[in-house]
Each structure stands twice: as structure tokens, then as C-alpha cells.
């Protein structure tokens, strides 16, 4: 659950859901995921910002146990994916793009607020990067059959965490910058 701010300073549980989240790639064998929360998390994706309000993105729901195995023949990560309940490609339309090449940036947004929804609704996920190489974009073309305005941009693994990672501290200060370089 996201909560908002009600006080200056006051924690928000969307932070937790930030500083938390992690890859994962070990899932457990249980119950599907349901369509309520596979909605929930769709929602989070479509609620993305998007330069000029453009929303240039498709997700294409793939939970065929063939198709998610074939992914790993043409991308070398994606073994993870044998394991998982279900995934979502996250695809730009180039027939929805404003303005040249921020479909990339808005594609991403969505496959960010993706991964922190399924983490705040107890799943598992992982990002799998498609674009911009050629042989994972031609892979994934033709495996769903994509039209040609039509870019695959990234795979996200869904499932029931089977492992646990620990919170890292990644907090940088020596890549904080005030004013100039």
C-alpha cells in the first residue's frame, strides 16, 4: 500500500518499497497470480509519466510456459524465467510517440513503477533488458508475432519470491553534486 504525505517529513511507505526492492530470480511453485494484482500491477505501469503525456507503451502479458522457456534461447539472462509464473514484455509504439526517442525513457518509467508495484504486493520480479540489442528485439518480434511500430523494450519476470535479498545501501555521496561539478 502507498501511502502519501500528510506532514513535512513524514516517512512514506513508497521509500520502503524503493530502498527494498530487488531482483529477483528464484521463484516458488504456488498459486498463480491472480488477475487482481497482475491488474494492480499493469495500473502501476500505465500510471507512468511520460514526456508530453504521450504513454507510448503496450504490455503484453506472457504466461505460456513454451514461450517463456523459448525467451532464454536468444536472451542469455532470462533463465530466470523458466521459474516464474508469469512475465510482461513492456513494448514502445512508435505510432504513439511525440517526440522522437522518448519512448525509451517512458518505457522505462513504466517498467519501474511495474517492479516497485509488484514488490509492494509481495512478488517477485526482475528487469530483463530487450532493446537496444538487435538479436534480443528480432528474438522477441518474432516470437509474438509484434507489428513493426511495435519496439520489445524490456521483459519483466513475475512470481512468489523463493529468496531474499538484503537491503543495500547504495546512497553515494560523492556522486551528490551542489550548484556545479
Known amino acids: 500500500m502507498v501511502c502519501f504525505i500528510r506532514y513535512v517529513g513524514e516517512p512514506m511507505e513508497v521509500i520502503e518499497a524503493i530502498s527494498t526492492r530487488r531482483s529477483i530470480r528464484k521463484y516458488k511453485k504456488q498459486h ?5 494484482i497482475m491488474h494492480k500491477v499493469l495500473d502501476a505501469g500505465f500510471s507512468a509519466p511520460s514526456a508530453g503525456n504521450q504513454q507510448p507503451w503496450h504490455f503484453l ?4 510456459r513454451k514461450l517463456l522457456t523459448v525467451i532464454q534461447t536468444f536472451h542469455p539472462s532470462a533463465r530466470m524465467l523458466t ?3 508469469k512475465a510482461i514484455l513492456v513494448c514502445g509504439d512508435m505510432n504513439l510517440e511525440k517526440f522522437k526517442g522518448y519512448w525509451m525513457i517512458d518505457c522505462a518509467a513504466a517498467s519501474e513503477n511495474i517492479l516497485l508495484a509488484a514488490h509492494g504486493l509481495g512478488l517477485g520480479s526482475c528487469w530483463l533488458g530487450i532493446y537496444p540489442r538487435e538479436g534480443r528485439v528480432v528474438g522477441m518480434r518474432k516470437l509474438f508475432q509484434l507489428p513493426h511500430n511495435i519496439i520489445p523494450f524490456a521483459v ?6 523463493a529468496e531474499e535479498k538484503p537491503r543495500q545501501d547504495r546512497y553515494n555521496k560523492e556522486r551528490i553534486h551542489h550548484n556545479k561539478w
Open 61 to 64: 502479458i506472457i504466461d505460456d
Open 156 to 161: 519483466i519476470a513475475l512470481g512468489y519470491p
Open 32 to 36: 498463480p497470480i491472480s488477475e487482481e
Open 83 to 85: 521459474e516464474a509464473d
